[in-house]
């Protein structure tokens, strides 16, 4: 079914008579016993990856695979054998668990009793789209390189639990993002990692004539036919755009195959794809959002077609701006120059073609959406977006002072306190990222339900009563489970694919169970700093091998597959991994993703986050940890600058400002280790928790559900910047030139 993408004027396209619905296929999985056939149905809301009792169903069925296919249901299904379906079919408590998250299940679709509609019951209905270049939405669907995805992915899933009327749009990635394997020289090699609709839970949109749903757009000269998939994430739809079509040219099926290609013009058409071809493909399932939210610049291009379709009905320029702009929340999340796309005028003309008859402008016109002056060759996303949304917002408090210094000259140079960008603190999705053990020992208290009932300050009463004994004792079970899944992955790429024994030594198979454990794992960009105690290798020698207080480092990320500075970077941190002399004390983990992710935040004693100040917008990561009970130890960046209290980790300070910042972060990094981490963690009794150690775990805790959940940060978005968008009321601060 093809529909028009330029039907209906003046202004927004009529839904269509018929609106195109999503068919699910037949389900990739054998028949199930009649009594839990709806299992099937589960395995279609990845609502189950966050919900313990939903997430335990599998579980009991068979655990060693629910393990072996890493949480995959759709896998699991298709894998399980049919007699341990059928044990299950006839076991009375399995059968009452079951029923119980089918009700819950079902009870997705009444949003009478969430936070959203009970607050704003006169918004119900009215759709706030959602647009990100990635969403992390479970491993098994790889379409997110770090933090952006996973935020992107929070965002969705806690829309769902609040009943925000979300609906996300992305990419379809179907080579994924890219599998991690390192040589013996330590060089980061890429290979795909291709997405099998089979064992996802993800669906053709199609017509009621059961074709796939299309919309045409032009790229490059030649028009390309968009398609997509719907992935549903609780209440929350995500369509995922794919131009991997019979219909298309060779070349330009091949648009979305990749997740953040290196050849500028390649990345320039994907994100024409997301904008552009996102709001016709709304419009095609006639779906016509209130509000409009762009995660980070790549989906800029959005603004622009929904100003092509405003100026349709005959406003002038600054009026369609001013309409888009009411409507319109920005999200930028870094201050790095290399996160903000840049395209010349060339190539952006070359991709998008003379778009600007379409709307009735001039090119000059057009290019001034996105370039700093008329004689400017360069178009800048984020730019693009600054002028185009009304209310904008960095990701953490340091970050908005940051993004108002860097984007003044935006408004004329206005000063800083006067720029129009606010701030909303990134959270992390607490049932995504809090360790079960963790959760079920905060229910002994507060009851199984406490995660939708109990309000933050509850919670973190609570985690503070927690009896130290029970609590240590919780972490060092997840600790060992850590070490345990290091070891079992390290055995299978040990039979499956290496043959060199160093590899097998850098991979963490001789990591302790009773050593102080620090985890460092995020994207390997240079300003990140991963290498940084790796700058004095003999003092870090002495601090990990010390005979009675030694200390372990687990390493895992990505360096992107253009950015070789990063990959020397990781080079030389999984050089380090197999150098004897540190003993087996460093170990680098392959191929991180969220599975690992998961297991690392809550396994580890202390996470270690080392930015360079003020180059981190936020940094999540040391949240999700927090929320298990992990101090951090981090310079004062992103969200550290506002979350450190001094009971709830180490804060490197800032440096004099004479004094050169690299040697003076890596020298407090190593005073901090050597003279209050390591002794306060190893001053404790045999068999027993260090009192001053443990306090500072459940600050970490407490800190981070009072604070730094999605709860907090979407009910911020919500009251800040949706509903007053939604209400037409004014926005903060002028518009810029």
Same mark, same amino acid.
């Given at each position: 079914?093809?529909?028009?993408?330029?039907?209906?004027?003046?202004?927004?396209?009529?839904?269509?008579?018929?609106?195109?619905?999503?068919?699910?296929?037949?389900?990739?999985?054998?028949?199930?016993?009649?009594?839990? &056939? *709806? %299992?099937?149905? /589960?395995?279609?809301?990845?609502?189950?990856?966050?919900?313990?009792?939903?997430? =335990? @169903?599998?579980? #009991?069925?068979?655990?060693?695979?629910?393990?072996?296919?890493?949480?995959?249901?759709?896998?699991?299904?298709?894998?399980?054998?049919?007699?341990?379906?059928?044990?299950?079919?006839?076991?009375?408590?399995?059968?009452?668990?079951?029923?119980?998250?089918? &009700? *819950? %299940?079902?009870? /997705?679709?009444?949003?009478?009793?969430?936070?959203?509609?009970?607050?704003?019951? =006169? @918004?119900?209905? #009215?759709?706030?789209?959602?647009?990100?270049?990635?969403?992390?939405?479970?491993?098994?669907?790889?379409?997110?390189?770090?933090?952006?995805?996973?935020?992107?992915?929070?965002?969705?899933?806690?829309?769902?639990?609040?009943?925000?009327?979300?609906?996300?749009?992305? %990419?379809?990635?179907?080579?994924?993002?890219?599998?991690?394997?390192?040589?013996?020289?330590?060089?980061?090699?890429?290979?795909?990692?291709?997405?099998?609709?089979?064992?996802?839970?993800?669906?053709?949109?199609?017509?009621?004539?059961?074709?796939?749903?299309?919309?045409?757009?032009?790229?490059?000269?030649?028009?390309?036919?968009?398609?997509?998939?719907?992935?549903?994430?609780?209440?929350?739809?995500?369509?995922?755009?794919?131009?991997?079509?019979?219909?298309?040219?060779?070349?330009?099926?091949?648009?979305?195959?990749?997740?953040?290609?290196?050849?500028?013009?390649?990345?320039?058409?994907?994100?024409?794809?997301?904008?552009?071809?996102?709001?016709?493909?709304?419009?095609?399932?006639?779906?016509?959002?209130?509000?409009?939210?762009?995660?980070?610049?790549?989906?800029?291009?959005?603004?622009?077609?929904?100003?092509?379709?405003?100026?349709?009905?005959?406003?002038?320029?600054?009026?369609?701006?001013?309409?888009?702009?009411?409507?319109?929340?920005?999200?930028?999340?870094?201050?790095?120059?290399?996160?903000?796309?840049?395209?010349?005028?060339?190539?952006?003309?070359?991709?998008?073609?003379?778009?600007?008859?379409?709307?009735?402008?001039?090119?000059?016109?057009?290019?001034?959406?996105?370039?700093?002056?008329?004689?400017?060759?360069?178009?800048?996303?984020?730019?693009?977006?600054?002028?185009?949304?009304?209310?904008?917002?960095?990701?953490?408090?340091?970050?908005?002072?940051?993004?108002?210094?860097?984007?003044?000259?935006?408004?004329?140079?206005?000063?800083?306190?006067?720029?129009?960008?606010?701030?909303?603190?990134?959270?992390?999705?607490?049932?995504?990222?809090?360790?079960?053990?963790?959760?079920?020992?905060?229910?002994?208290?507060?009851?199984?339900?406490?995660?939708?009932?109990?309000?933050?300050?509850?919670?973190?009463?609570?985690?503070?009563?927690?009896?130290?004994?029970?609590?240590?004792?919780?972490?060092?079970?997840?600790?060992?489970?850590?070490?345990?899944?290091?070891?079992?992955?390290?055995?299978?790429?040990?039979?499956?694919?290496?043959?060199?024994?160093?590899?097998?030594?850098?991979?963490?198979?001789?990591?302790?169970?009773?050593?102080?454990?620090?985890?460092?794992?995020?994207?390997?960009?240079?300003?990140?700093?991963?290498?940084?105690?790796?700058?004095?290798?003999?003092?870090?020698?002495?601090?990990?091998?010390?005979?009675?207080?030694?200390?372990?480092?687990?390493?895992?990320?990505?360096?992107?597959?253009?950015?070789?500075?990063?990959?020397?970077?990781?080079?030389?941190?999984?050089?380090?991994?197999?150098?004897?002399?540190?003993?087996?004390?460093?170990?680098?983990?392959?191929?991180?993703?969220?599975?690992?992710?998961?297991?690392?935040?809550?396994?580890?004693?202390?996470?270690?986050?080392?930015?360079?100040?003020?180059?981190?917008?936020?940094?999540?990561?040391?949240?999700?940890?927090?929320?298990?009970?992990?101090?951090?130890?981090?310079?004062?960046?992103?969200?550290?600058?506002?979350?450190?209290?001094?009971?709830?980790?180490?804060?490197?300070?800032?440096?004099?400002?004479?004094?050169?910042?690299?040697?003076?972060?890596?020298?407090?990094?190593?005073?901090?280790?050597?003279?209050?981490?390591?002794?306060?963690?190893?001053?404790?009794?045999?068999?027993?928790?260090?009192?001053?150690?443990?306090?500072?775990?459940?600050?970490?805790?407490?800190?981070?559900?009072?604070?730094?959940?999605?709860?907090?940060?979407?009910?911020?978005?919500?009251?800040?910047?949706?509903?007053?968008?939604?209400?037409?009321?004014?926005?903060?601060?002028?518009?810029?030139?």
């Amino acid at each position: 079914m093809q529909l028009s993408a330029a039907a209906g004027a003046p202004g927004v396209p009529p839904a269509p008579a018929a609106p195109p619905t999503v068919t699910l296929p037949a389900p990739p999985i054998p028949p199930l016993p009649e009594r839990i &056939r *709806r %299992l099937a149905d /589960l395995t279609q809301n990845l609502w189950w990856g966050w919900q313990l009792d939903a997430r =335990e @169903l599998f579980h #009991r069925i068979d655990h060693r695979l629910w393990e072996g296919t890493r949480h995959n249901a759709v896998e699991f299904l298709r894998q399980v054998d049919p007699d341990r379906l059928e044990k299950r079919a006839q076991d009375p408590d399995f059968l009452e668990r079951y029923d119980a998250v089918m &009700r *819950r %299940l079902d009870g /997705l679709a009444d949003t009478s009793g969430t936070w959203y509609a009970s607050r704003y019951p =006169e @918004l119900v209905g #009215r759709s706030i789209a959602y647009f990100s270049a990635e969403f992390a939405l479970h491993r098994s669907l790889p379409i997110y390189s770090g933090g952006l995805g996973v935020l992107a992915g929070d965002h969705c899933k806690e829309a769902s639990d609040l009943g925000v009327p979300l609906v996300g749009i992305g %990419l379809y990635y179907h080579g994924g993002y890219f599998d991690q394997q390192i040589g013996l020289d330590g060089w980061q090699r890429d290979s795909d990692d291709p997405i099998d609709p089979a064992v996802n839970p993800v669906a053709r949109v199609t017509g009621t004539d059961g074709a796939p749903c299309l919309v045409p757009l032009t790229i490059s000269g030649r028009e390309v036919q968009i398609g997509a998939w719907r992935v549903m994430v609780g209440r929350v739809p995500v369509y995922l755009l794919d131009t991997d079509l019979d219909v298309n040219h060779p070349a330009d099926r091949k648009l979305t195959a990749r997740l953040y290609t290196s050849a500028p013009e390649w990345r320039l058409r994907q994100e024409w794809v997301l904008g552009v071809g996102g709001v016709r493909m709304l419009r095609a399932l006639g779906i016509n959002p209130e509000i409009w939210h762009a995660n980070e610049g790549h989906a800029a291009f959005m603004y622009v077609e929904r100003l092509r379709e405003t100026l349709a009905g005959g406003v002038t320029l600054q009026v369609a701006r001013d309409q888009i702009r009411s409507t319109s929340v920005f999200t930028t999340h870094t201050p790095v120059p290399a996160g903000h796309d840049v395209f010349t005028s060339e190539q952006l003309e070359q991709v998008t073609g003379p778009f600007w008859n379409a709307m009735g402008i001039t090119r000059d016109q057009f290019m001034g959406l996105g370039n700093h002056g008329p004689n400017d060759p360069r178009f800048e996303m984020t730019v693009l977006s600054l002028r185009l949304a009304g209310r904008v917002n960095g990701v953490s408090a340091r970050h908005r002072e940051e993004s108002r210094r860097i984007w003044r000259w935006v408004w004329n140079n206005l000063p800083a306190a006067e720029i129009p960008i606010g701030h909303v603190t990134n959270g992390v999705h607490l049932g995504t990222w809090m360790a079960r053990p963790i959760r079920d020992l905060i229910g002994e208290s507060l009851g199984p339900d406490w995660e939708s009932r109990a309000d933050s300050d509850a919670v973190a009463d609570t985690i503070r009563a927690l009896e130290n004994d029970r609590l240590w004792a919780v972490h060092e079970g997840l600790r060992y489970l850590l070490l345990h899944y290091i070891r079992e992955e390290a055995r299978h790429r040990w039979r499956d694919y290496w043959k060199d024994p160093a590899k097998l030594a850098g991979s963490g198979s001789l990591l302790s169970p009773n050593v102080l454990t620090l985890g460092f794992a995020r994207r390997f960009a240079t300003y990140k700093r991963a290498d940084l105690l790796f700058r004095d290798p003999e003092r870090l020698r002495r601090l990990l091998t010390d005979s009675r207080r030694p200390v372990q480092i687990i390493f895992a990320g990505k360096a992107h597959p253009a950015d070789d500075p990063g990959k020397r970077v990781l080079q030389r941190i999984f050089t380090a991994a197999q150098d004897p002399t540190f003993e087996g004390r460093v170990a680098f983990l392959e191929d991180y993703e969220m599975h690992l992710a998961q297991r690392m935040v809550a396994g580890v004693d202390l996470w270690v986050n080392l930015p360079r100040v003020p180059l981190e917008a936020c940094g999540t990561s040391g949240m999700k940890a927090a929320l298990n009970g992990v101090p951090q130890l981090s310079t004062l960046d992103g969200w550290w600058a506002e979350g450190s209290t001094g009971e709830n980790g180490w804060a490197i300070p800032l440096p004099a400002a004479e004094a050169d910042p690299e040697q003076s972060d890596m020298d407090q990094l190593f005073r901090l280790l050597e003279q209050e981490i390591v002794p306060t963690f190893y001053d404790r009794m045999p068999g027993k928790p260090g009192a001053a150690w443990v306090h500072m775990m459940k600050s970490a805790m407490a800190v981070s559900v009072e604070r730094f959940t999605t709860r907090q940060m979407l009910q911020t978005y919500v009251t800040r910047y949706y509903v007053p968008a939604a209400a037409g009321e004014a926005l903060p601060g002028d518009s810029p030139p």
